[in-house]
């Protein structure tokens, strides 16, 4: 009885003696070169690989990135912020994608600095899936053998913000926003200051053919040597509506396309260039709308200029 009531004492005081988990979050982790991975990802002791760093770090919190080097793939599952000051390079499996998104709908995703290099490998630069929002700014998408990046919300919804960005040499499109019956309604997304350029596919795609609609803004940006469209707008149920605000759109076989076959498509046109050397500066399927708010130039090689539209 003796032994038996000590212990029952003993485990009473344990009880009242306060936890400390074995592996708390943190709201500031870090990544460096000279890091490992079995560190606590601190700024002194920092992690070697984004996603170790982000697996130690809580909802809503941010990853700083100490010295430039590679730093691997990252799957993102809850809110974050990333700051690569530039330098924080990251890369893709001949299969994957460099940074994939697959957070609720409540989750912030905020990405800066970041060097996203498939070096003719990796498949996809950022693939977005589901968030609440997502922010790309001051970054480079280079060198895959898929798009660049793809915001495919087919079955939730995401504001998407794209700023000083250079997106490069990939065999598919550039940026391609795409959303289906399942993604709550219109998706929004602004785009300011971004370079699309020498893409295999499209420079900018975006989809509403399954479902949704899509409004977006793009400002101030520059469209070149894509192989295929610069700017590429397909309707859908709640229409695709595409404002370019002082662009330039040159050296693609069709400069600019609303498709609405399967639903509204319009672009809008407001102090633009746009300049092709081969079929088309602009055209219309479907009835797709192409409306000028004045302050444009389309013209070729020969100072003319060619827009076509088709019923069907």
Known sequence: MHRTGLAALVMAFACMLPVSPAAALSNHTAVSGLGNDTNPCTVAQPCRTMQMAYSNTAVGGEIDV????GYGALVITHAISIEGHGWASMNATATGSAITINAGPNDAISLHGLILDGLGIGQSGIVANSCRSFELGDSIVRNFTGGGIAINMTSSFCVTSIVNTSVTDNKGTGVSIKTGAGSGGTVTATLDRVLFKNNGANGFTADASAGGGIRATIS?????FNAAIGVSA????SGVFIALVRDVISNHPIGAKADASAG??????????????STLHLQSVGNGFLISFGGNVLFDGAGTFNVTQSPT
């Open 234 to 237: 397909i309707g859908g149920s």
């Open 220 to 224: 101030d940006s520059t469209f070149n």
């Open 66 to 69: 100490l010295d430039p080097t």
């Open 264 to 277: 509204v498509a319009s672009l809008i046109f407001q102090s633009c260039v746009v300049h092709t050397s």
